[in-house]
């Protein structure tokens, strides 16, 4: 890669059609060896960085680069701010430390019996089915659950956010700013319910995220009701998606090692380290974005003031210069506490520990109710902004 300013190259395109379980990695792969700094024309232009040290320093580096501009790849179309991914230090900090409350140790231990009761009660008669997508009968389905515990929702309100989240996603891949708007209106609709009825009392701020951000002061002052809104609204999405492309890139993997199938089901024990090598070998997150506060240089290349710069975690995550034979799993590998899949530094991802939950009950439990699975059709993948599957047929054995 040279230093010459490169805006008109266009080394790859992020939407490009019939996109398989591998091709994006060895796409990646490629550019990594010449561009780790990639550039695309679409969406109206855009820097990608591949490479870890390179998402490693737009991510960490502040003072150079900015969320509250553009922190998506494509940039679309919303209404007022989500705190605390749309603010920078310090202002971000009065939300960051409400929502860091809710993900302590002590919250997740009291939390997992109903997480894992949520998976047993949907993969049950999945696997008595012996035919199942667990993409769309228990990824698109499982977080629902999940957060109608977390947030204190009915079920019928949490799967609502889950559907109408998924279509907004949708609505965002193909630039649709018209139902972009409409569905981000309905999730601030389900927003604001959340928010009165908490106003109403009867919730614990030491049990609730929402009742907690209302009850919570900032300079001697409550947070801006406009504020707590955004910040509820990004809340109540924020999990929802990258779970549901996941999880079944985990079982698209297992389905092709039948060796460590059987070994984390012989040796259930391995499974978080098998969890942690998973969401490095498989990050779903690639459009994720931050803003040039001003001309500066990353890589050698010249990046103007106002330039977007996807982050490609996807890619990152398997950069060889940081991770040896990183296209390949490795089940204890020395240095996986170095993956970015949940970002770092002020913007690093608060529901990590619930996250690492989801998955390691999943397996643990889908491992332990199955004699084996195997993949019964070609997994279909999700489209940029995420890296994942849609689709992932199984033919399972029931234990």
């Not at 609505?171 to 106003?199: F, N, P, T």
Request: with cysteine; charged share 25%.
């Amino acid at each position: 890669m040279t230093t010459a300013d490169r805006r008109d190259a266009h080394d790859f395109d992020p939407v490009r059609p019939g996109e398989t379980f591998t091709s994006a990695h060895a796409e990646f792969a490629e550019l990594r060896s010449r561009c780790p700094l990639a550039r695309s024309q679409t969406y109206d232009g855009f820097w990608a960085a591949l490479g870890y040290d390179e998402v490693l320093t737009v991510i960490t580096d502040i003072d150079r680069f900015t969320t509250s501009r553009q922190n998506a790849v494509p940039k679309f179309a919303f209404t007022g701010v989500r705190p605390p991914l749309h603010l920078d230090p310090p202002e971000h900090m009065a939300y960051r430390r409400v929502i860091n409350g809710a993900f302590t140790p002590p919250r997740m231990r009291a939390l997992e019996p109903k997480v894992r009761a949520a998976a047993v009660g949907l993969l049950d008669p999945l696997i008595d089915a012996r035919w199942v997508d667990v993409c769309r009968q228990y990824a698109q389905r499982f977080p629902a659950f999940v957060f109608a515990e977390f947030f204190n929702l009915s079920t019928d309100v949490s799967e609502e956010i889950k559907q109408v989240s998924g279509r907004y996603v949708d609505a965002i891949q193909v630039l649709d700013h018209d139902v972009v708007k409409s569905l981000s209106g309905r999730l601030y609709d389900i927003a604001q319910d959340i928010i009165d009825s908490r106003r109403g009392g009867g919730y614990d701020p030491r049990e609730d995220l929402t009742a907690a951000l209302i009850a919570t002061d900032y300079r001697g002052e409550p947070l801006p009701a406009p504020m707590v809104l955004g910040c509820v609204r990004q809340l109540i999405v924020t999990g929802m998606v990258a779970p549901s492309v996941f999880i079944g890139n985990m079982f698209v993997h297992l389905s092709r090692d039948t060796e460590l199938q059987d070994r984390l089901r012989a040796e259930p024990g391995l499974i978080p380290a098998a969890v942690e090598e998973f969401l490095r070998l498989y990050s779903p997150y690639r459009g994720m974005a931050r803003t040039a506060r001003t001309d500066t240089e990353l890589s050698g290349q010249p990046i103007r003031a106002g330039d977007p710069i996807a982050l490609v975690y996807t890619s990152a995550n398997r950069d060889e210069r940081v991770f040896p034979d990183g296209e390949t799993f490795e089940l204890h590998r020395p240095n996986i506490a170095d993956h970015i899949s949940f970002g770092r530094g002020t913007h690093s991802c608060p529901g990590a520990p619930l996250a690492r939950m989801m998955m390691r009950v999943t397996l643990e439990e889908a491992l332990s109710r199955s004699a084996g699975f195997q993949l019964a059709g070609e997994p279909e993948m999700a489209i940029w902004a995420e890296w994942g599957t849609r689709s992932v047929p199984l033919e399972v054995v029931r234990a």
